[in-house]
């Protein structure tokens, strides 16, 4: 069966996405905490994460180990967030974030092992937006964040996300070698592609209120930062819900890229049995472009509480995908992934492997197989 017709089809029954978390909704209860100041009806809260593993790729004929490098699943970064409570009953919240990841897992390959750049941009930025909320009328946002197709394809209640997601290609760090021994230009990066909405951008966007689950969101922005012209709109639908046996979440949406002539439609779901700790994720994602790329994504997973200091997840997964790079290209990968929760420290640390199997009608390439062991610490 192509992936194009599984990524339409399966991707029109997804329902939402996985939208942003209300700011400061949940408070950590053991761990490290973030530093909180609260003046009036005004809480201050500076957070962050910081994220690295040791990566390495094997192209079928030379493992290159890159050492210590950022990892793009989810990148190291530092925040600062406040929450007034209105007179009016509304919420205001400002948000400034930014990232630092010098030496990214996918900046990274054979021909470059040691890639670096240190240097501070404004596209490091996150976020730089303002919002206001209320239960009755929704959440109006304003500024540099998430569109609101943002983690379309990323609907996923694993625990693996860290090191195991639709991205697959953010542990890859390497070219595909052609079967005559020769390095081809084609990375990872390029073979595979979640086209997971519209990214962040300087927009307005608009999530409505929350029925049984249910929330519709739509934006319209412009890649300011990245100094790229044209409009970039969306519209999603997002479900969030608590069973009694099942925790469930998914989402799709649509997006467009008009100065490149660009319609996305995107969709994930992900379902955990509370019981037993096994879940199921699925997305899928088709782009209406020249190359008319698309990939369908299954993961199986589970959860289970085996040592004292946190939950530790498994998962594997695969991902096919048709025309990523070009017409006829074809983007095979399979994963594993373990995490290890440590509550006491809000630390992750994880293991994943995974291949990369890709095809296109101008030559045979051989597999590639990245493996990376790191640790997430947040506060």
């Given at each position: 069966?192509?992936?194009?017709?599984?990524?339409?089809?399966?991707?029109?029954?997804?329902?939402?996405?996985?939208?942003?978390?209300?700011?400061?909704?949940?408070?950590?209860?053991?761990?490290?905490?973030?530093?909180?100041?609260?003046?009036?009806?005004?809480?201050?809260?500076?957070?962050?994460?910081?994220?690295?593993?040791?990566?390495?790729?094997?192209?079928?004929?030379?493992?290159?180990?890159?050492?210590?490098?950022?990892?793009?699943?989810?990148?190291?970064?530092?925040?600062?967030?406040?929450?007034?409570?209105?007179?009016?009953?509304?919420?205001?919240?400002?948000?400034?974030?930014?990232?630092?990841?010098?030496?990214?897992?996918?900046?990274?390959?054979?021909?470059?092992?040691?890639?670096?750049?240190?240097?501070?941009?404004?596209?490091?930025?996150?976020?730089?937006?303002?919002?206001?909320?209320?239960?009755?009328?929704?959440?109006?946002?304003?500024?540099?964040?998430?569109?609101?197709?943002?983690?379309?394809?990323?609907?996923?209640?694993?625990?693996?996300?860290?090191?195991?997601?639709?991205?697959?290609?953010?542990?890859?760090?390497?070219?595909?070698?052609?079967d005559d021994g020769v390095l081809s230009d084609i990375s990872t990066s390029d073979a595979y592609s979640d086209y997971n909405g519209l990214g962040r951008k300087m927009r307005v966007r608009y999530d409505s209120p929350s029925f049984n689950g249910f929330r519709i969101m739509t934006s319209f922005g412009q890649d300011v930062l990245a100094e790229k012209d044209g409009n970039y709109y969306d519209i999603a639908a997002h479900y969030q819900g608590d069973l009694e046996a099942f925790d469930l979440e998914g989402g799709l949406a649509y997006s467009r890229k008009q100065a490149e002539d660009i319609d996305i439609l995107s969709g994930s779901v992900s379902g955990l049995h509370k019981a037993s700790g096994l879940n199921l994720t699925l997305a899928a994602a088709q782009e209406s472009a020249a190359g008319d790329g698309s990939y369908g994504y299954v993961k199986l997973g589970w959860k289970r509480d085996f040592f004292a200091i946190g939950t530790t997840a498994l998962s594997l997964d695969y991902y096919t995908g048709d025309d990523v790079v070009e017409d006829g290209s074809d983007s095979q990968s399979y994963g594993v992934a373990m995490v290890q929760r440590v509550d006491r420290w809000n630390t992750d640390w994880y293991l994943g492997l995974r291949n990369y199997d890709y095809d296109d009608d101008t030559a045979d390439y051989q597999d590639g197989l990245s493996t990376m062991i790191g640790f997430r610490v947040q506060f």
């Open positions: 069966m192509k992936t194009k017709s599984f990524a339409g089809t399966a991707a029109m029954m997804l329902a939402g996405f996985h939208a942003a978390a209300p700011a400061l909704a949940q408070e950590k209860t053991s761990g490290i905490q973030p530093l909180e100041w609260v003046s009036g009806n005004t809480t201050i809260r500076i957070y962050g994460q910081i994220d690295e593993g040791a990566l390495s790729f094997d192209d079928g004929e030379k493992t290159t180990n890159y050492g210590l490098v950022g990892n793009k699943n989810s990148s190291s970064r530092l925040g600062l967030r406040t929450l007034t409570a209105l007179d009016s009953g509304w919420d205001m919240t400002g948000n400034f974030e930014f990232e630092y990841v010098p030496h990214g897992s996918t900046a990274v390959d054979q021909t470059d092992p040691d890639e670096a750049d240190y240097d501070l941009r404004k596209t490091n930025i996150r976020k730089m937006e303002l919002a206001f909320s209320s239960d009755r009328y929704g959440k109006f946002w304003l500024g540099q964040g998430s569109m609101a197709s943002d983690g379309s394809a990323k609907s996923d209640l694993s625990g693996t996300t860290v090191i195991a997601s639709a991205a697959v290609a953010d542990i890859g760090g390497g070219l595909f070698r052609m």
